[in-house]
């Protein structure tokens, strides 16, 4: 058993010098996009921008980050758009409240009684929908583009102007921030760093934002579209509408139209408000789609367990196993090399901490953060097959 392990660690080791060294650097966590300087200014009066944001039982979030958008220096319009899908809070009524003082020429509020939801449609998908019929249905105010977040993103001063200009000096179809995520709590600094670097290794943001390559990933909580790419969509969702997975998904359609995509962090500028301050809540969030991202297979749920074991649990106990078992030269050298390991993974790993303002400790956490999630995943398999419905962003019983 030990030359088995020895022989796993061995390639475990090699597959991370090949991550260190690979040349897109999926885990240095660039690019940054509100830490670049601001492309050159230009007239952004005459533009349009509708905001669509889906929302159920938000009415604790929404007083924050609704007049926020209202508040953006944008020099154009911005339309916002809430739909309330079925909330039992009064999200609707503190949105409502929240701008009712605040008179603009150039900024107004809709909001959308969200109707049933269809067979075959996701609930987030469904809400965001049905707020793009109804912008698209105005053919005589067409916004120039349109910007899909989240209720829980909080858009700081200067968001909106980014986005948009940026856009338009790229001439970009879809540009998505992966909002800054809260990192306070025990269990947010232990997993909050690690979620947003395994989604860099699934979709590492320079190939993505490479025009010649098809591959593709957006963040779903900042997400904005040109008319171009609405366009091509149909103004509508319907080519993702059973997709739990929906921001990777419509980037996928946007790319596939030939159109140029654009993914980067925010450091500042796009931040979630949302709290985990306990392990469940974070293990609900992963739960809810992390057995959706290997497509229900079983198989491929069966080699991602195995991975993450042989990744992160393997090498910690051979290193154990190194100073609490009789020596060996296997068990020397499994030990040896899982103590490699470690160190490299504390390398790689370590931009992540320091994007976060983390101490240099945190950044030796992510063989125990790494088994967690497996859990999670394994968890979300189990409630895929064993549990009545999912939540929001799934389907509604």
């Not at 053919?139 to 829980?152: F, K, M, N, S």
């Amino acid at each position: 058993m030990l030359l088995v392990a020895l022989i796993v660690l061995v390639l475990v080791l090699v597959a991370w010098d090949f991550l260190l060294v690979e040349r897109i650097r999926r885990w240095d966590f660039q690019p940054v996009g509100d830490l670049d300087p601001s492309p050159p200014p230009a007239d952004l009066a005459p533009l349009r921008v509708a905001v669509v944001t889906p929302a159920r039982n938000e009415a604790d979030l929404v007083p924050l980050t609704v007049p926020a958008l209202y508040h953006q220096d944008f020099a154009g319009q911005i339309d916002l758009h809430l739909v309330d899908d079925h909330s039992t809070d009064r999200t609707a009524e503190a949105a409502r409240a929240a701008v009712e003082f605040f008179e603009h020429q150039n900024r107004s509020l809709t909001v959308i009684p969200g109707a049933p939801l269809p067979d075959g449609w996701a609930g987030k998908v469904w809400a965001m929908h049905q707020a793009l019929r109804k912008i698209g249905a105005d053919r005589d105010r067409l916004p120039d583009y349109v910007l899909l977040t989240d209720a829980d993103i909080l858009h700081r001063m200067g968001s909106v102007t980014r986005l948009v200009t940026e856009s338009r000096s790229a001439g970009l179809a879809l540009n998505s921030r992966m909002a800054r995520l809260r990192c306070e709590s025990f269990w947010e600094k232990l997993l909050i760093p690690a979620f947003v670097f395994f989604f860099n290794l699934l979709y590492p943001m320079r190939r993505v934002n490479n025009f010649k390559d098809k591959f593709a990933g957006a963040a779903g909580g900042c997400v904005l579209l040109s008319r171009s790419a609405l366009e091509k969509l149909g103004w509508g969702l319907e080519a993702i509408k059973g997709c739990l997975i929906d921001d990777v998904n419509l980037a996928r359609q946007v790319k596939s139209h030939g159109l140029s995509v654009n993914l980067s962090l925010s450091s500042h500028e796009v931040v979630s408000e949302r709290p985990y301050d306990t392990l469940g809540e974070i293990w609900r969030m992963v739960r809810r789609s992390a057995y959706t991202e290997l497509n229900h297979n079983p198989l491929r749920l069966t080699v991602a367990l195995a991975g993450l074991f042989a990744t992160f649990a393997l090498p910690a106990l051979m290193v154990c196993h190194l100073f609490l078992a009789p020596l060996t030269v296997t068990s020397y050298a499994a030990g040896v090399c899982g103590l490699l390991i470690l160190l490299v993974q504390f390398f790689i790993y370590r931009p992540a901490g320091k994007f976060f303002n983390l101490g240099l400790f945190w950044s030796f956490t992510l063989p125990v953060a790494g088994i967690l999630y497996g859990l999670m995943t394994l968890d979300s398999a189990r409630a895929h097959y064993f549990s009545r419905g999912n939540a929001w962003r799934g389907k509604r019983n």
